[in-house]
């Protein structure tokens, strides 16, 4: 018998809201036997979006009301101070509570990390919670954190970032032995600014870390790591070069493929061929990151998201439930703060 | 009758050297009659290429000796002290004695920033040269700066970075007023580091600037802006991002249209659908990077620069000098000076 995964969703969150979190709930619902969702919202307009669906286990799916919703430019203080019944808040004080493992918001990305680190707190041995998700590559996957939640980081807190994705990657990816690598402007020693370096001098000292080193900016794409650890300043700025980039690239191929009537054909003669092209760039893929190192899960997904790349969210949670992260970060802080 | 322009060529720098630097210069000589080329380096080798090479008018190039040769991986400091015959540094000694306007290399980037500085200076006002270069967007290009040279950029670095990319913008791009914006993590005032925010409110102040204000990194594809500002961390990190990440979709685009033989059959059809969006995609077209803010213009290309490619570089730095880049941004940084 499986155990019930317990997963709370913020269903006012996004520039969608309900219309894609509330279907995505039930897609993952209907895939997922031993998932149990928590929506958080609007009690009537949830319930009235749940009803036009058809969920094959009402059991699956609970509603509970909030009263407010974190608008999507609101400061992270003024939702943490006013908003103590928005969606956000009282999805996360559930996994506070214990009532759920997990939960999801496609909001405001600030204020959901200044509510989880306010309501949660991290876990001993880590300053900073950080922001992960996964990025593909060559061969696989990339794991990259952080990706904006510290802008200035020092390099203890890079040092605990480089364990926390080595945990995570250890944890969720079968892989005994993840490699890290740390983002940098050349793979000399000399290289970086201070931070950087010293926060190299740090990993390179540890043991039962998989440390490789630095790495630059093509290595990211080229798989040479299995984790690359950046502060969260140079982590969003790549995550939003590559979205853009790879938005120019797809126009630039529809472009080609319309130019003329010949091209329409050999278009529509390629769709089969790019099929896999296509999946293997799918953001929605890849949406769902972690905010790693809080006593508690909580996942943010892409405020645009739609039902597949909402309901992708939905299954990083569960399987961080399933996976067990939190108490696999918890036992790796304790043993690496004795180390040190 | 047009004016002569002289550049000097590093002809032993990057990874493929003589064979790369010396085809490229004969290839730019045939098809720009008012330029001249130095090629620096050792001369029996240089001549040994040239004369394999069909040169329409052997007055456009002449050879220069030298006895040294940079290595890739060599320290600035050892090339700047133990290196003074190198390629490179003889490349420089020219722009500086006036007998050419402008140097190109291949070479260790490191190597060639510290020399063109210690050989060179920068002009008066400008405290730190930057490396920018051209990159592709929606609907154009857009020139991004600094790319790597300066690690830890204050806030008047970054200000001086934003003139000097209006200044070559506007004097290169027949754009009489190209947009300037700031890298941030997000579009709002109280987002960013302490340096960009300085650096915002000082460019905020500056007349004669169109300053837009923050971007983030999908602007830089979308072409919100002509100009892009950051540090040289992040600049050269999103640099190398978009190479890998455009290496990493052809790939995947190859590895599609050659799955299976219906695959390599469209494969063939769209070899002439894709050729313009191969074209705009090139980063060849895209080479040659500027040291901008030195007394002179020195151009750096790629490390493994084809022909195709350096050919490029050596064309970036004939149109400085046909369009007089150094003297306007002499002009520019006097009159900025006087308004701080």
Do not use: W
Not at 265 to 285: E, Y
Not at 304 to 333: G, P, R
């Amino acid at each position: 018998v499986q155990d019930i995964i317990k997963v709370a969703v913020d269903a006012m969150g996004g520039d969608i809201g309900i219309d894609s979190t509330v279907e995505a709930a039930v897609k993952v619902a209907n895939r997922l036997k031993n998932i149990q969702i928590v929506l958080v919202g609007d009690k009537q307009k949830v319930e009235h979006k749940l009803n036009s669906l058809k969920l094959k286990n009402q059991k699956q799916i609970k509603v509970q009301h909030s009263s407010q919703v974190v608008a999507m430019d609101e400061l992270p203080s003024s939702a943490l101070r006013g908003k103590k019944d928005s969606s956000m808040r009282v999805a996360i004080n559930l996994v506070k509570s214990g009532k759920v493992s997990a939960c999801v918001s496609a909001g405001n990305t600030g204020a959901l990390m200044a509510t989880a680190k306010f309501v949660l707190k991290t876990l001993p041995g880590i300053d900073r919670p950080a922001i992960t998700t996964a990025m593909p590559t060559k061969n696989g996957f990339v794991r990259v954190l952080d990706l904006g939640a510290n802008i200035d980081c020092t390099s203890m807190q890079l040092y605990q970032f480089a364990i926390m994705g080595y945990v995570l990657a250890k944890t969720m990816d079968n892989n005994s032995d993840p490699s890290v690598g740390l983002l940098n402007v050349g793979v000399e020693e000399i290289k970086g600014s201070e931070q950087i370096k010293e926060a190299h001098a740090l990993l390179s000292k540890i043991k039962n870390l998989n440390y490789y080193g630095f790495v630059e900016g093509d290595d990211i794409f080229s798989g040479t790591t299995d984790i690359v650890v950046a502060d969260g300043f140079v982590g969003n700025v790549l995550l939003k070069t590559t979205e853009g980039l790879v938005k120019m690239i797809v126009l630039f191929l529809k472009q080609a493929y319309s130019a003329n009537i010949f091209a329409k054909i050999v278009a529509l003669l390629s769709l089969p061929v790019l099929k896999n092209f296509k999946r293997k760039l799918d953001p929605r893929r890849y949406n769902g990151a972690s905010l790693l190192g809080l006593n508690g899960i909580v996942i943010k997904s892409h405020g645009s998201a739609d039902v597949l790349s909402f309901a992708s969210a939905i299954e990083v949670a569960y399987e961080e439930v399933a996976n067990d992260v939190t108490k696999k970060l918890q036992d790796a802080f304790s043993v690496y703060k004795m180390e040190k």
